[in-house]
C-alpha cells in the first residue's frame, strides 16, 4: 500500500538579495553543496500546512503586510540551534521585533500555527544532516564572517509567499511590499 501524501508545507521569508545574501549563499555552496540552491532569507513564518486556500493566504498576506513600514535590520554573529538540530546561522541582531511583530501578526487565519519552537528571526547558513558536521560549520562560518568586511545591514522592503515543491526546492507563490520606510528625522536633509 502506497505511503499517504505529506500534506504541502508553506512558509513567508524575506529574501536576502544583498551582499549579506550572497555572503551566505557562496558559504553554503561551500560547505553543504546539496542546499546551495536555495535563496538566502529570513523566515517569517517557519513551513506549516495551510488551513485554507492559497488565495486565502495571499490575500491575508497582502491585508497585514500593509501595516507594516519597511525596515532596516543589522545581522550579528554567527550561532547554532545545536544539539536541537544541526543548523548555523547569523542572528538578528537589531530589530529583530520587527520580525517577531510580523510573525505574531501573520499568524492567523490560513497561516494559523503552534510553533514548536519559540520564533526567533535569524538568516540560515546551513541546515547539515548531522549535528558533528553542524559543529564544524559553525567553526568555518564564524571564521569567515569574522573575515567579512561588506554591509551587515538588511533592508526588509517585501515578504514572499512560498510554497514546498520538490527535491528541496520552494515555489515562490506572492510577493507583496511592506509600506514606505518613514522619512529619517529631519527630513533626510
Not at 513567508?12 to 551566505?24: D, I, Q, S, T
Not at 511590499?177 to 529619517?184: D, F, K, Q, S, T
Amino acid at each position: 500500500m502506497p505511503e499517504p501524501a505529506k500534506p504541502r508545507q508553506y512558509a513567508v521569508v524575506a529574501y536576502v538579495r544583498n551582499p549579506v545574501g550572497h555572503f551566505v549563499e557562496d558559504l553554503r555552496r561551500e560547505l553543504y553543496p546539496e542546499h546551495g540552491h536555495l535563496p538566502a532569507h529570513v523566515t517569517v513564518l517557519p513551513p506549516r500546512e495551510l488551513h485554507g486556500t492559497e488565495e486565502d493566504a495571499i490575500r491575508l498576506l497582502k491585508e497585514h503586510s500593509a501595516r507594516f513600514k519597511a525596515f532596516e535590520v543589522r545581522m550579528g554573529d554567527v550561532e547554532s540551534f545545536c544539539p536541537t538540530t544541526p543548523t548555523v546561522f547569523l542572528r538578528v541582531e537589531h530589530s529583530a521585533h520587527r520580525f517577531r511583530d510580523l510573525h505574531e501578526d501573520l499568524n492567523t487565519g490560513p497561516f494559523r500555527y503552534d510553533e514548536t519552537w519559540p520564533y526567533m528571526p535569524h538568516l540560515t547558513i546551513v541546515k547539515m544532516p548531522e549535528l558533528q558536521e553542524a559543529d564544524q560549520a559553525l567553526a568555518k562560518s564564524r571564521e569567515r564572517w569574522s573575515g567579512y568586511s561588506g554591509t551587515k545591514t538588511l533592508q526588509i522592503e517585501e515578504l514572499t509567499f512560498v510554497r514546498e515543491g520538490d527535491d528541496d526546492h520552494w515555489v515562490d507563490l506572492a510577493t507583496v511590499r511592506l509600506g514606505p520606510a518613514p522619512e529619517p528625522l529631519g527630513g533626510g536633509r
